[in-house]
């Protein structure tokens, strides 16, 4: 089935520090998410990207659909305490008709 | 916005015992509802798509018979793990379609076999 690569696995960063995590696929997908995942917690959708090229901002969240569909990066600028937990990227719409596919997530930790 | 709702939050059960999961959309109606499973520091792991009506569609290497699947409302889906054994300690999550790829999760529950 489809896989993706989602990197790094995990971030140690200063707080006001800038952050940068991607996912990339073997195959295209026409839909690419971005969830956020606290302890605990089910995950919460940041960003939804539904056009290649597209480049799409949620407060100090950008996120890019990759122009070969294959790919997708999220951007987190100035980050903050709170931006602490487990970030997914998703694909929905490849050949997995229906369902979302999952990276292995990136565990941001952020230091005071 | 959509809120997904899941019940029990945590549960500690002994080996041997069924535990029954609930899911619940409190301010829409989901024909489908999807069932994850996740370990720790772990992605999330499709373990079936629940339809309203149908049978629930299973991913490969899931024992429908060991997690049984109801979605008995367009608001209600249950997962039943039966005969429960410790290697099914995990962290469940349901969540339903939010429209365009986009999906609305459940808070999670802790399941924990002794």
């Known amino acids: 089935g489809q896989q993706l690569n989602q990197s790094p696995q995990s971030m140690f960063i200063q707080e006001g520090e800038d952050v940068s995590m991607n996912c990339t696929s073997s195959s295209i997908f026409n839909t690419w998410l971005w969830y956020k995942q606290d302890p605990g917690e089910g995950p919460v959708l940041l960003i939804a990207l539904y056009k290649a090229g597209e480049l799409t901002s949620n407060g100090r969240l950008t996120a890019q659909f990759g122009i070969t569909r294959k790919d997708s990066f999220l951007n987190i600028s100035a980050s903050i305490p709170s931006d602490v937990g487990i970030y997914f990227c998703a694909g929905f719409g490849g050949t997995n008709a229906g369902k979302s596919t999952f990276g292995d997530g990136t565990t941001l930790t952020v230091k005071p | ?114």
């Open chain 2, 1 to 114: 916005g959509a809120v997904v709702s899941q019940h029990p939050s945590r549960v500690i059960c002994k080996s041997g015992t069924s535990v029954k999961i609930e899911c619940r959309s409190l301010d829409f109606q989901a024909t489908t509802m999807f069932w994850y499973r996740q370990f720790p520091k772990q992605s999330l792991m499709l373990m079936a798509t629940s339809n309203e009506g149908s049978k629930a569609t299973y991913e490969q290497g899931v024992e429908k018979d060991k997690f049984l699947i109801n979605h008995a409302s367009l608001t209600l889906s249950t997962l039943t793990v039966t005969s429960a054994h410790p290697e099914d300690s995990s962290f469940y999550i349901c969540s339903a379609p939010g429209g365009a790829g986009t999906q609305y999760f459940g808070p999670g529950t802790r399941l924990l076999v002794l």
